[in-house]
Structure formats: C-alpha cells, structure tokens
C-alpha cells in the first residue's frame, strides 16, 4: 500500500476544474432573501387554474426588478436632480426662456406631496423584512434614495446649489416613528451595507454598548 501523493500544483488543478452553472447563489450580500420577495394578495392555498403563490411572487419579484426609478421619472420629464428644494438665490435667477415651466424655484419638499394611503407594507412591515427565521439580529432592507453625491457637503447644507442628487442603492437600518424618517446607509461597490470596518451593519447600526 502507497501513500496518496498530493501534487504541488493541486489547488491550480482545482481552479481549473469547470463543472458548468450552479444553481448556488454565489453573490454575497447583506440583505436577507425574503426582503426581496414582493407582497401578494392571494390565498396560500390556490384553486384549480390559478397560478401558485410562489409562482406569483417569482414573477413579481422579475418585474419589479426590471423598474428603474430614474428612468420612470425621465419618462415623465422629470428630473431627479431638481427634486430636493435648494437655497434662492436672487442673484442667478434663470431668465424665463430657459425656464421650461415655471418661473418660481423648487421650494416644496418631497413629503409635502407624501402619500402612505395606498402604500403595501406599514414602515414597521418593512423594517421586518429584516429579520431572519432563527436569527435575533435584524439585516438592512434593500432600498433606493434620493442622495447627494457628495457625502461630506451633503451633511453640512443638504440645500446646497452645488449638489447633485441621485437615486443610490442602500440599506434601510431603521425608521422614527416620531419624524416618519428613514435611516439609510449607501452600498458599497460590491453593493453590501458595511461599516468603516468592514463589518455588516445590524439593528440599525445599535451595538450591545448601546
């Protein structure tokens, strides 16, 4: 009897193995799976003819992911940029033929105009989202907001003429009650919610010294 030789070369060898496409969800993030799973209004227990709710749901989940906010603002003439209200500035009013609309600047902030009538989830629904069967920490919920590019002048004057705003990739951490806000923080380029360390940020980015 020999003993198995290991070559040198082994983990090259298995780099170089290829067995073809995986079912396995390769892509690493920091969102739990259900928070991606859109609401249906349908029965668990389905009638002859109709579509299972499992199948609703996958097909739902394909659509929406297929919606870009942007592009359906575009869509409509709208602006993302010029959404969030900025400082008046007398001194470079734009002269009416380059106005397309009005002629007044944008004042009106965005919850003016808020609606959660007909909205699917409660906010406390949505933060549920995060929670995983098993686990006591609860994940970020993957969302979309409008933010300043520019982190550091965004924090200082979020009114600021010199911004620019866009619809960003975050995670939802937590929300008040009190203001109705939201808690967001901005995805990495791997699109993970990480904190200065490297670390997911869990329950809201609370840590157990509080």
């Known amino acids: 009897v020999t003993k198995l ?7 090259s060898l298995l780099d170089q193995q290829m067995f073809g496409p995986s079912t396995q969800d390769l892509a690493e993030t920091d969102f739990p799976v259900q928070s991606f799973k859109p609401k249906v209004q349908m029965p668990f227990k389905r009638i002859p003819g109709q579509n299972p ?9 394909r659509l929406y992911l297929t919606f870009d906010i942007a592009e359906l603002l575009a869509s409509k003439g709208i602006d993302s940029n010029q959404l969030m209200p900025r400082h008046y500035d007398p001194d470079n009013i734009p002269p009416i033929e380059e106005t397309k609309d009005s002629v007044f600047p944008i004042y009106l902030p965005l919850k003016v105009f808020d609606n959660d009538e007909y909205d699917c989830r409660t906010p406390e629904e949505w933060m549920s989202l995060g929670l995983e069967p098993g686990s006591s920490d609860r994940k970020p919920v993957p969302g979309k907001a409008l933010l300043p590019t520019d982190d550091v002048l965004g924090h200082e004057d979020p009114k600021s003429q010199e911004l620019i705003y866009k619809w960003i990739d975050v995670g939802v951490l937590d929300y008040d009650k009190e203001t109705e806000l939201y808690l967001v923080h901005k ?23 509080g």
């Open 53 to 61: 709710r499992k199948v609703e749901e996958e097909r739902r989940r």
């Open 5 to 11: 030789k290991m070559p040198g070369n082994f983990r």
């Open 187 to 209: 995805t990495d380029k791997k699109g993970l919610v990480r904190d200065e360390e490297g670390r997911p940020i869990l329950n809201g980015g609370m840590t157990r010294e």
